[in-house]
């Protein structure tokens, strides 16, 4: 089995590698963080000073890393990963980045020989903890073939979504929806509040029709509605996939009215100190706002 | 049993009381259009001549009209069904009104010792055609154990919201929600189809994860997503919705961004020809509007 | 000189029948404040107990009343002004009403041969008490000629907008810029001074290029910029000509989305409890919300 | 008179450069395009074969490029400005960027002990022909007092908008409010003429109440109301300013909703092929998307 490349081990990276020291893969690993170097360490993975270090060793090198701009200096800058890696290897980028960024890096490595993957990862970090988390993976049969295996040891569902670049294609369209749906929720709650209605009866109406959302009916009952807003996915970062999400639709000519507003609803929050939230409350930032009680379901 | 008057005998009101009749419910009905009117003489309903008539008739009196000015009329106007109730009698609306007209109702019918009961209809007319129809109901529990067998008769889901108004604020909030997914639904797959990626494959993530709603899941697939926009609810009636709910949120001090980008978005399509199409053609609207090719799943 | 009716004597229409009264016009006033009518008794106008007593003994009668329901109850109401108007008398509507609600009475006094002008107000009450107010007006060349009078002695600045109905929309159109510039500008300068720019070489710039308007360059430096958000004219009422608008704009199919969000902004303003103060405090109100340091010309 | 060095010679910097020439100003020029080069060359200025060259010669040094990416290429590049510029020397950078691209370049100036101004520019190219173009300076007061004669040499109106970083600022603010201006004005007169109002009395009255801005009374009718919509500033460039103020403002937490919605309808218009028609025909694009007849003024 060829040896397995991780570089990028904090808070979704390193759960997802300990996963697969403890299936049995082989790893080199590299972070920023000694720490938590070392903890991958101690499940037998072998340390490396270096993502190029990592790439000079690895058949696979995954990246798990937190934006654009730093994936692209560890995978193609002067002494990045590209340029350390051997042919025939395969670079499989894991972190949320723009599309763009997928597509200049997929054509750096193919001009150089090198495979390249994306598989953006949904669910929350609690689930890569458990291995369950759910990947949308863009690559060629073969390359899709090539990692399965790895996937299946940090997840458990897997889309291959299509050719390279589907995969954070579809993370974005996935993601508008999922965080949108919670502004679109925290106004129906707002007004369902203001109006009076009580709040286990009118969940019970729209979860018998076509009203329903993922977030309301799976998500919010044990989240927001719960009274827990600690983050599983924060405000934040929510706000970040919107402006990702922004930058796609602009460059792509698509008008996104409703996506625009949600956006600045997410600013609002922000600037009124829900930024670090669940965003599941994100209903809450608007009742507080609006100086309505917030919904919270009997105990 | 008490004898049941129906006033308002529409796209939706027929049925209704056709199943009434059906179950050997006793009607006295009236309608503008006495083509209506006959076709329940055929089921052996009574015919009469105006609401007044009805009302003083019936011991229930159901209405079933087309907005809030026309339920005001019939019901309150000097000639009303209030004017001629008797003692004792209920009204149960079933139009989609304002909150403020409901009240109102409410409060004259009181005042002169009648029972109101409002209780608008979820899903759609072909779903009255078969007795299927989902109610939100407002009213007294007294009052609610009164309608319920008549409830029984013409649908298959009967949700008491609280007391009387709660129906008609449950539809508000619940339609806000169905209605506005249809335009959230439509920018996440324009942003889809102009990204290049799969339907099928893209649904089949978003169906996995709590991006998911109702609309997308349940209801578009055999509309638009199959290329059949022929109105179950039309966009012009969803804009009608989305204007209703608008003016409750301004009544009611409730911020409400995402309905307001929403209710453009519905303007539009309706500037473009796309009002007597089904609600999920605001993706036809907005892929015709930015030069996308409509989502359609393969056969 | 024919008798002068007039019917509404709050804020507005106080001041402007007093002027009148003190130009040498010939009144008769009713409202439903008996101090108001007294008010002007004091100034020679001869007090009636109703507006059908005014409209029985005057030939033009000038509304000035709260809103399209009390427009539309004091001159079509079954006790109303065209009821009791004499033939070839005029009625001038100067509220702030739909243009549905113009067209209506225009077409009911049209057909009891009365006249019917629509000449709402621009600018503030203080304007109004100084005889300056500006006035848009609806109206034949025939009837225009003959209120022209009437006009010059309430403002120094009339408008002939067109035929009937042409006053009421060109305020729509007029307010619907000068309420929404309010929040534009209070989005610029809020990002002004969150960026550290400075106020006064700021506005410098601004009211040098094109990007100057109005509010900002005319109202804003003795009001809010001042530290003044006493109302001339309230955000309230900037929210309901927004309201106005927004019904307008949805009858007829013109999709503004500019308009929508401005609305939300006012809603939000409204909700966190500045709807009393001036509508330049939109930038206060969105400074407060933000944690930004409010905008105030050095003195 | 120190040597002036002038790098990127486009529809902008070629004028303002020749300009400068024209005035005895001594020049040392690059560009990509070499007949731009020859041009200047032709005006008595010395053509560079790099802008590492032009570093090397001129005490302060012109930047006139296209966006932030190339601005930092060129300034901060391994072989750019900063790179090959004498102690003592100036850099002004006059292109549209982002703030954080001036606060960067700035510092890196300041630790190499060059000097560092940011003068963005107002007005059209057209302006900078005639050498009538307005100026947003960030400076010292001992850098402004440096790069003061040059400006003079190419605009007439120089505003001293505070500290380095504080033109870029100002151009942000300014440029929001003109371009957003113009989707206000879109809205008004689409509703305008679908109300069947005329233009001329519309304008008339617009422009003699706090109604009126910039665009509609100054730019707009020499340009789209006369029926040209030819680029003086093109519908892609104003969307691309609102970029730059949205991430400004989102980066700073500033919620801007009718930003959003504003960018969107230039999204819309680019969408349906109003891309490089000037900024004034946002009123066509909503005009054509919403079936009305375009606002024209009769000659």
């Known amino acids: 089995m060829e040896m397995v490349g991780f570089v990028g081990l904090g808070r979704m990276g390193r759960p997802m590698a300990s996963n697969l020291c403890r ?21 037998q993975a072998r340390g490396a000073a270096s993502a190029a270090e990592v790439a000079g060793q690895a058949g696979i090198v995954v990246t798990m890393l937190p934006n654009s701009a730093v994936v692209r200096e560890v995978v193609a800058g002067p002494d990045g990963i590209l340029a350390h890696a051997r042919p025939g290897s395969l670079v499989m980028d894991m972190s949320t980045v723009s599309p763009e960024t997928t597509d200049e890096l997929a054509a750096l490595a193919r001009a150089r020989g090198i495979g390249f993957v994306d598989a953006p990862v949904g669910r929350l970090a609690s ?38 670049g589907s995969g954070t294609r579809t993370k974005l369209v996935n993601n508008y929806l999922a965080v949108t749906s919670c502004q679109l929720n925290a106004e129906a709650l707002a007004l369902s509040q203001r109006l009076g209605l009580d709040l286990e009866r009118t969940l019970e109406v ?83 706002l609006a100086g309505i009680e917030k919904p919270r379901l009997r105990r």
């Open 23 to 43: 299936k049995g893969f082989r790893l080199v690993v590299n972070d920023v963080n000694p720490a938590a170097v070392q903890e991958l360490e101690s499940l």
């Open 127 to 164: 689930h890569a903890d458990k291995a369950e988390s759910l990947f949308m993976v863009g690559a060629s049969e073969d390359d899709f073939a090539r990692v399965k295996p790895l996937l299946d040891g940090m997840g458990s569902t897997i889309f291959h979504c299509g050719p390279v």
């Open 206 to 288: 729209l979860y018998g029709t076509t009203a329903v959302n993922g977030q309301l009916k799976i998500a919010w009952p044990s989240k927001v509605l719960a009274g827990d807003v600690e983050p599983g996915f924060t405000i934040d970062l929510a706000h970040k996939d919107l402006t990702l999400v922004s930058e796609a639709a602009h460059a792509a000519r698509v008008p996104m009215p409703i996506l625009a507003a949600a956006r600045e609803a997410f600013s609002t929050a922000r600037a009124r100190g829900f930024g670090t939230k669940d965003f599941s409350a994100m209903v809450d930032a608007l009742c507080d």
